[in-house]
């Protein structure tokens, strides 16, 4: 079998402070949950590896992902945007209990899509185990993301639910659009 084509990607990790960015990383690089909150006062890169598989093909693709974990404020502006130079893909966060997740995630794609117009964007509905609605409700939200052509996903840092697989869907993202 031939060796693994290797990618190296950068991905950010972006949404409001305290709104789940650390943990959603921890969970998935080293399975970690803290209840606690310890804010991000310096950008940090994580990297990650996986290993997917190549429509019809034999050859698997490793993806190595360099997962950006930033400081941001409340009402991101361009001193964060800079930071997003280069990346291949975003992860867009916003609380799955909030009032309005789905127009939280395509504002922070828009803002985004100033600084890195190449990206392909995640939406990710974070602290999942705290909301309320069920599955029905999740795939109405889904949907409207999808108009709005962002792909959602729901997640738990707390218990783990969604979380490899956010990460494995983004990992399939960036693999599709390689001219491999
Ligand atoms: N119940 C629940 N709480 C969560 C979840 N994810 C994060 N939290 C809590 O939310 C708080 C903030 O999480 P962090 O991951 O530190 O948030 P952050 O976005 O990295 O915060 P900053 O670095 O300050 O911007 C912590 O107290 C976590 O325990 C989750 O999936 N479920
Ligand atoms: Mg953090």
Not at 92 to 98: E, K, N, T, V
Request: charged share 25%; aromatic share 4%; proline share 9%.
């Amino acid at each position: 079998m031939l060796p693994p084509i290797p990618l190296v990607k950068k991905v950010c990790l972006i949404g409001p402070p305290g709104i789940g960015k650390t943990a959603h990383l921890e969970r998935y690089a080293a399975n970690r949950w803290q209840q606690q909150h310890v804010p991000t006062l310096a950008p940090k890169v994580t990297r990650t590896e996986m290993v997917l598989p190549l429509a019809d093909r034999v050859q698997e693709v490793a993806v190595q992902v360099m997962v950006w974990d930033f400081p941001q404020p409340d009402h991101p502006s361009r001193r964060e945007g800079t930071k997003l130079q280069g990346a291949a893909g975003l992860m867009l966060l916003a609380r799955a209990d909030s009032p309005d997740p789905v127009s939280e995630v395509l504002a922070l794609r828009d803002w985004t899509d100033d600084f890195a117009p190449e990206a392909v964007h995640l939406g990710v509905l974070c602290q999942a185990d705290r909301a309320s609605h069920a599955r029905g409700a999740f795939g109405r939200l889904a949907e409207r993301a999808q108009e709005g052509g962002l792909p959602l996903m729901n997640a738990s840092a707390r218990t783990g639910e969604g979380v490899r697989a956010s990460f494995l869907r983004m990992g399939e993202m960036l693999v599709a659009r390689e001219p491999l």
